[in-house]
């Protein structure tokens, strides 16, 4: 459990598939989250993807439900998923959704990377965090740079949704920027 003033990280349950699901099949969330308006998934395609993070078989990811304090309600999930093909874990991506659109842009995202971040370089040890969005997102790109990630390459013309390519913007954080932020 990752728990800060406002938000607590905690593991995913079966019971929040539902929550998940309509967020996943909400064209406003997912055109932001996965660039890609016209996601959709079957409530037996999410299961199936998350059913090693469910039973804690997933070795190279760590889902989290967003949980607001206060009300004890999802308010949607987040990720850090290692970057695992050289078989070692010294950089991860970290990734989030707030499926609930009026808890946009009162700083939870803030508080979920903040949290995500603190466990990737306290308690993971990694060395760099990684953050992938798209050209014209401006809130992806508003708060991965409020949190000290800088702009590390641009996958051209990479995504097409919305009828033209989006550029794919690839950001990182290395841990010793992030702790000479914080120290
Ligand atoms: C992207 C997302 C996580 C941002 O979360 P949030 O809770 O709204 O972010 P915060 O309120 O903490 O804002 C963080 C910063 O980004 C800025 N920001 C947020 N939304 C913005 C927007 N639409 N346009 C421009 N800036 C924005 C805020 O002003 C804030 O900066 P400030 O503190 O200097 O003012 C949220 O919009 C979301 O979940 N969207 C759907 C899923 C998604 O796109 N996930 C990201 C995938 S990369």
């Known amino acids: 459990m990752l728990t800060g003033k406002r938000v607590l990280l905690r593991p995913l349950e079966r019971d929040d598939l539902k929550l998940i699901h309509e967020w996943q099949n909400d064209e406003e969330v997912m055109r932001l ?107 992806s790109i508003a708060l991965a740079k409020k949190m000290g990630f800088k702009e590390e390459a641009r996958l051209r013309e990479n995504v097409y949704f919305d009828n033209k390519f989006h550029d794919t913007i690839v950001l990182g954080l290395l841990k010793k920027e992030y702790e000479k932020s914080h120290s």
């Open 33 to 139: 989250a996965r660039s890609q308006p016209d996601h959709a998934i079957s409530m037996e395609a999410l299961a199936a993807e998350f059913e090693k993070v469910i039973k804690g078989e997933d070795l190279t990811t760590r889902r989290y439900g967003i949980e607001e304090k206060s009300s004890r309600k999802l308010i949607g999930w987040c990720s850090i998923l290692f970057n695992a093909w050289g078989k070692r874990f010294t950089s991860a991506d970290v990734g989030l959704a707030i499926g609930v659109k009026n808890c946009w842009r009162k700083g939870y995202g803030t508080e979920v990377v903040d949290l995500l971040l603190k466990e990737c370089f306290g308690q993971l040890n990694l060395h760099r965090a990684g953050w992938w969005t798209y050209d014209d997102h401006e809130a």
